[in-house]
């Protein structure tokens, strides 16, 4: 999916990769703190998060993220939207799912700064409130921090303290939904499974 957000000539230098005192490492990646601009900004440099820009532009998130102080934003790459069942993004884009879009954007991101070290400070377990109101689980597995909705997928972060103007970044690997919007997708999962059971059911009278 193409960037319709306009491209503004980054300030965000290349994150340097190894040993940081005071870093936390997840898997084989240690990240160093780089000097950006504000978190859309830097997303846009990196042209990994082409679709989660286009998403908060068009749930309209797009000015808090630039805008808001103190925040951490778990940001999943493009290729974690690729995840998704096919359509997913499209039908999320529509502007009759305006709501449900931000509900997913807001459920990545929190409303104070949490760098690395801090989160690997935290117990493996600790519940974390989201900007969007419903929390997430911080899991610890050695060295490599996972984000848990509780239900559906899981996101483990592959990249950390991307640092912004405004706030810290941390990649994740998968899209995380909010327990609500889980549980609307699985209703409407079941119910679209018992109405094609029930055709089938019919077809064979």
């Not at 559906?152 to 912004?164: D, E, F, H, L, Q």
């Amino acid at each position: 999916m193409k960037n319709i957000m306009k491209t503004r000539t980054p300030k965000f230098t290349a994150l340097a990769l190894g040993a940081a005192m005071g870093l936390a490492t997840f898997g084989a990646v240690t990240a160093t703190p780089a000097h950006a601009a504000d978190i859309v900004e830097t997303a846009q440099s990196t042209g990994m998060f082409n679709t989660l820009l286009a998403a908060a532009k068009a749930a309209g998130v797009a000015p808090m993220l630039m805008n808001d102080k103190n925040l951490t934003v778990f940001a999943p790459t493009d290729a974690a939207f690729d995840k998704l069942p096919a359509g997913t993004v499209d039908m999320l884009l529509k502007p009759e799912n305006k709501e449900t879009l931000k509900k997913i954007l807001a459920y990545h991101v929190l409303t104070m700064k949490v760098p690395a070290k801090k989160a690997m400070m935290m117990p493996s377990g600790t519940n974390v409130k989201t900007a969007n109101g419903e929390k997430f689980i911080i899991r610890k597995v050695g060295n490599t921090l996972m984000i848990d909705p509780g239900v559906g997928t899981k996101a483990t972060v592959i990249k950390a303290n991307v640092m912004a103007d405004n706030g810290i970044v941390h990649v994740i690997d998968e899209v995380l939904l909010p327990p609500s919007v889980q549980r609307m997708m699985d209703y409407k999962a079941k119910m679209m499974m018992k109405k094609d059971n029930m055709g089938n059911m019919d077809g064979n009278m």
